[in-house]
């Protein structure tokens, strides 16, 4: 995950914060105050909070999060 993508969510996160909140309701409100410097440390508390693993959490957050990154749909069959 670059750094940039990351400011990205952090410069917005009132909006990133909600969606966390809504998708990872086990999350601690005091953990959603600030945005964690790093996408790691997001995803340490995550997988924390949830039972989860690293790896687990950085998917999680990564399909959450960054959305433009899943793989689009097929617009088209292949002949």
Known sequence: MK???WTRVTS???RASKR???RFPH??????QQPPSHLNEMA?????????TLAEAHHEL????F?????EPIARAVV
Not at 27 to 32: C, D, Y
Not at 62 to 65: A, S, V, W
Not at 67 to 71: N, Q, Y
């Open 3 to 5: 750094h940039m993508e």
């Open 12 to 14: 917005n996160w009132t």
């Open 20 to 22: 966390l909140e809504t």
């Open 27 to 32: 999350l601690s409100p005091g953990s959603l």
């Open 44 to 52: 340490r508390i995550v997988a924390d909070s949830h039972d989860l």
């Open 62 to 65: 990564r399909d959450l999060l």
């Open 67 to 71: 959305p433009e990154m899943l793989p």
